[in-house]
């Protein structure tokens, strides 16, 4: 959006951030409980509606309207009790997904050149 198409776009960055984070997170996790894993993959999509961005709806809210974010977890020889653990505590302890789910105040600033 507002590019040539060669880079990532903001709204990229921001899933980008949240499939990194979600997928470190769930690596550090599984470590600490003594999850053996063969592999975690995350993929993040969104729907995002361009039409306020672009100015021609004024009805379209501006920003992600749904973020979908999967996890693929191989670990075979885990139980469901050590998944649904596993599950939990990258959920919870993942910042970025956090700080989305629960916005902090962003305080404005702008200044004079």
Do not use: Y
Request: glycine content about 10%; overall charge negative.
């Amino acid at each position: 959006m507002g590019g040539d198409g060669t880079g990532a776009c903001s709204g990229d960055l921001l899933l980008g951030a949240i499939a990194a984070c979600a997928q470190i997170t769930c690596q550090m996790v599984a470590a600490a409980m003594g999850i053996p894993t063969e592999g975690i993959d995350v993929r993040v999509e969104g729907d995002l509606d361009l039409q306020e961005t672009l100015g021609i709806s004024k009805d379209a809210a501006v920003g992600f309207e749904n973020i979908r974010v999967t996890f693929s977890v191989r670990a075979p020889q885990a139980t469901k009790e050590q998944l649904s653990a596993l599950r939990e505590k990258t959920e919870q302890f993942c910042v970025v997904m956090q700080t989305l789910q629960h916005p902090p105040k962003i305080d404005h600033k702008w200044g004079e050149q």
